[in-house]
């Protein structure tokens, strides 16, 4: 089974600040690490994706996510948010060998100015 | 490329009625998803197609959801009785290759 835990709810932030959106997995099996966004009333866009390879992934919209194995993370980072940024951003991991994507309860992100 | 497709976006019915969703995944998707999500959490899957076959159903309430793909292509989640709890957002998806594409929901008020 594989699961996935977003500790922080909601994170507030000033525009043009740096942000990390916090991601903790746990798989007995390698996994594939994704983040989607979604926008009010929207469905959800990914922002980016982990398969294998390198363990910095970048994304749309100035995103970039850093696979680490050792502390089972996949933290999602931008330099600078707008305004337009403020939306709820979803983690999720897919496991081995199977199709089927578990999510975590999400981080609404707030940009103010 | 035209996206997933669901209708309608928003639906408000009484407990005990029934209600229906549609889907269209993107052309050529095998797999198509049904996920539903309850404000404040994550999507849950709720069933799995490749195709017209069922992969995973798992987590549906078999009692009052029932879903089909007639010919692989749309499908239609279906819930007979309506409870208070499966006021949620229902998504849709498709293919789950390259992160997965998903339509912008049906939001399902039961009152």
């Known amino acids: 089974a594989q699961s996935v835990t977003q500790l922080d709810s909601q994170v507030p932030v000033f525009e043009e600040a740096p942000v990390e959106l916090r991601c903790n997995y746990s798989?007995?099996?390698?996994?594939?690490l994704f983040w989607y966004v979604q926008y009010p009333n929207q469905g959800l866009q990914l922002l980016l994706k982990y398969l294998s390879g390198s363990t910095l992934v970048k994304g749309i919209n100035g995103f970039e996510a850093e696979f680490n194995k050792s502390q089972t993370s996949f933290h999602l980072r931008k330099p600078s948010v707008h305004i337009s940024d403020t939306a709820e951003y979803f983690c999720a991991v897919r496991g081995g060998g199977g199709n089927k994507l578990t999510f975590g309860t999400g981080t609404q992100l707030k940009v103010e100015l | 490329e035209a996206g997933v497709a669901q209708s309608p976006r928003y639906k408000i019915i009484e407990k005990r009625q029934s209600v229906a969703f549609w889907c269209n995944p993107i052309s050529g998707h095998a797999t198509l998803y049904w996920y539903q999500q309850i404000l404040g959490q994550g999507p849950k899957l709720l069933i799995q197609?490749?195709?017209?076959?069922?992969?995973?159903d798992s987590q549906l309430p078999k009692d009052r959801f029932s879903a089909e793909r007639l010919k692989g292509v749309d499908s239609t989640l279906k819930i007979q009785p309506a409870k208070l709890e499966d006021s949620a957002v229902y998504l849709c998806a498709s293919s789950f290759g390259s992160g997965g594409f998903f339509g912008q929901g049906t939001r399902l008020t039961v009152v």
């Open positions: 197609f490749q195709n017209n076959g069922v992969v995973d």
């Open positions: 798989s007995s099996v390698s996994v594939y």
